[in-house]
């Protein structure tokens, strides 16, 4: 690394410390290159996913779900909490650890700032520093939307996720504004440790992206266990008072008020370019503000690549990690891996049981004009699965949609205990060419969950042979 007073000269340059961009850093510093990471905040090293994002939310998943009706909900909470903070707190110190101990990498802490296509502003507690850079990649992430709600983005009971997860105090009514992945972790998170949840959703149902059948299950679980959901709620107005908040709603026409200590903001994230100065380096962004990209993520400047949520890809902590192995094949590789190669790509909402999907659902398999068998079983009834009695967690569904010409697994919605891993294990399938009767004929290690496989995927409730 060349340096002068407040000024370096690197290879490598990443400007926020995201999934995908630590592991560029990480890989071409054990190669030997010269790497400099910013990030502008000290309880931030390793991004949102280990700090303030998957890791604390699943934690708080696990701990609310082992509360006994018995234990104090403010004492159970504030203890889970100290405890999530723990994890987070080791997690980011091995971040900063990892990669500020390989020799030719260093981790800078400030908000940094293009001045130029190749050179960066970091503003550190030190004092300015200047780096210039070979290759430059922008993995900032995204932040939460405030909706445009009146009195909502300068209320004091209003939080963000990060906010939320750091209360050591329990609210005992959280309002939720947004029923997608974040709204509805959270909603079922905080009714097991003992909040009155009311979840508001302005689209006309939560699970909309799911086929009716799943649809109705998974809010009846999250309706069961005491969830408040409102659909097709008009949030109208949000008003502070001594000791809470009251918030106005349309739904159905009529108009009512629901009172509440906390408000989350949970109507989705937008990717992080404020302040960034992209600008002055001619980096384009698209009309939805993520920074643009070809499939190799490279931005309008060639040698420039974002990754993660700030290319305005989805919003998973795995995508970030695999824009990391695109961009590696353009910096060390044979530049031939593409964002358009991802097939089958899982995704998990992890309320209790978790919902897992991949590939296309009912609805979208007959809107693509395939002539399709769906197989599916309450989890209560498949004899094979033993594992979710033994577990106590019976509720949910399985769900495959099969090719009826090729016997092609096109697509499953797994409700069920251990869904989080089994989508894995289907995506697989389906990436290899396995097909629906194979999977349903292997041998599995029993008791397990993916057992279950040997019964779901022979129950065929609608075939259009039939
Ligand atoms: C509450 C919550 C739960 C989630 N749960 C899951 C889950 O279970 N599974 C899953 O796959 N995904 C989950 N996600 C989404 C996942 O966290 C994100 O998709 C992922 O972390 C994005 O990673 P990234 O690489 O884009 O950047 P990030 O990890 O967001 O990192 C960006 C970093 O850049 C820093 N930064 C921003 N601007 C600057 C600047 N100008 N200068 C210096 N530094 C800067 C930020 O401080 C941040 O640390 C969750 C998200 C949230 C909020
Ligand atoms: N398990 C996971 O993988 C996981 C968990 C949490 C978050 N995430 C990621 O984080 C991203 C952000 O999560 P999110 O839930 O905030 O976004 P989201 O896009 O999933 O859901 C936002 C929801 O808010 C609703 N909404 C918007 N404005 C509203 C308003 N004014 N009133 C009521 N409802 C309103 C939208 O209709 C939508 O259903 C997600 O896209 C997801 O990729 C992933």
């Known amino acids: 690394m060349q340096s002068m007073q407040n000024s370096l000269r690197v290879d490598l340059l990443v400007v926020g410390f995201g999934k995908g961009g630590k592991a560029v850093a990480g890989a071409m510093a054990r190669l030997g290159k010269q790497v400099v990471v910013v990030e502008q905040s000290d309880q931030m090293y390793g991004g949102t996913c280990p700090n303030v994002g998957c890791v604390p939310t699943k934690a708080l998943v696990h701990e609310a779900g082992n509360r006994r009706t018995s234990d104090v909900p403010q004492e159970w909470y504030e203890r889970a909490v100290g405890e999530?903070?723990?994890?987070?707190?080791?997690?980011?110190?091995?971040?900063?650890?990892?990669?500020?101990?390989?020799?030719?990498?260093?981790?800078?802490?400030?908000?940094?700032?293009?001045?130029?296509?190749?050179?960066?502003?970091?503003?550190?507690?030190?004092?300015?520093?200047?780096?210039?850079?070979?290759?430059?990649?922008?993995?900032?992430?995204?932040?939460?939307?405030i909706p445009d709600i009146p009195g909502l983005r300068d209320s004091k009971y209003l939080v963000t996720s990060t906010e939320l997860i750091h209360r050591t105090e329990l609210p005992k009514r959280l309002a939720i504004v947004g029923g997608g992945y974040l709204g509805v972790e959270f909603a079922a998170i905080y009714r097991?440790?003992?909040?009155?949840?009311?979840?508001?959703?302005?689209?006309?149902?939560?699970?909309?992206?799911?086929?009716?059948?799943?649809?109705?299950?998974?809010?009846?679980?999250?309706?069961?266990?005491?969830?408040?959901?409102?659909?097709?709620?008009?949030?109208?107005?949000?008003?502070?008072?001594?000791?809470?908040?009251?918030?106005?709603?349309?739904?159905?026409?009529?108009?009512?008020?629901?009172?509440?200590?906390?408000?989350?903001?949970?109507?989705?994230?937008?990717?992080?370019?404020?302040?960034?100065?992209l600008a002055a380096a001619g980096v384009r962004t698209t009309s939805g503000g993520a920074v643009e990209v070809d499939e190799y993520l490279r931005t309008s400047c060639p040698h420039i690549f974002a990754l993660g949520d700030v290319n305005g890809g989805p919003q998973f902590t795995y995508i970030?990690?695999?824009?990391?192995?695109?961009?590696?094949?353009?910096?060390?590789?044979?530049?031939?891996?593409?964002?358009?190669?991802?097939?089958?790509?899982?995704?998990t909402l992890f309320m209790t049981?978790?919902?897992?999907?991949?590939?296309?659902?009912?609805?979208?398999?007959?809107?693509?004009?395939?002539?399709?068998?769906?197989?599916?079983?309450?989890?209560?009834?498949?004899?094979?699965?033993?594992?979710?009695?033994?577990?106590?967690e019976t509720r949910g569904v399985m769900k495959f949609v099969i090719d009826l010409a090729t016997d092609e697994i096109l697509g499953a919605t797994l409700l069920s205990v251990d869904a989080q891993e089994l989508i894995n294990l289907v995506a697989l399938a389906m990436r290899s060419g396995v097909k629906a009767s194979e999977l349903r004929d292997a041998v599995y290690t029993h008791p397990s969950s993916s057992e279950a496989f040997n019964d779901v995927i022979g129950a065929v409730v609608r075939s259009d042979d039939f």
């Open 353 to 392: 049981p978790p919902l897992a999907n991949v590939g296309l659902n009912e609805t979208e398999a007959r809107a693509a004009g395939y002539r399709i068998k769906v197989a599916s079983q309450p989890v209560a009834e498949i004899i094979s699965m033993p594992r979710a009695y033994v577990v106590h």
């Open 84 to 145: 999530v903070h723990q994890i987070t707190s080791l997690f980011r110190q091995g971040n900063f650890d990892g990669m500020n101990s390989l020799e030719t990498a260093t981790v800078l802490t400030g908000h940094a700032e293009f001045t130029d296509e190749r050179t960066v502003r970091v503003d550190t507690l030190d004092g300015p520093v200047t780096v210039t850079a070979e290759n430059i990649l922008i993995n900032t992430g995204s932040t939460p939307v």
């Open 320 to 347: 970030s990690l695999d824009d990391s192995r695109i961009v590696l094949d353009q910096l060390i590789g044979d530049g031939k891996r593409a964002t358009t190669d991802r097939v089958a790509v899982p995704r």
């Open 192 to 277: 097991r440790f003992g909040s009155e949840v009311t979840l508001f959703e302005s689209g006309s149902a939560i699970f909309d992206r799911e086929d009716d059948d799943i649809a109705v299950v998974a809010e009846k679980i999250l309706v069961d266990e005491g969830i408040e959901i409102v659909t097709g709620a008009n949030v109208t107005e949000v008003r502070d008072g001594d000791t809470g908040v009251t918030i106005t709603y349309t739904n159905d026409g009529r108009e009512q008020v629901l009172s509440a200590d906390v408000v989350l903001a949970a109507a989705g994230r937008r990717p992080a370019t404020e302040g960034l100065g």
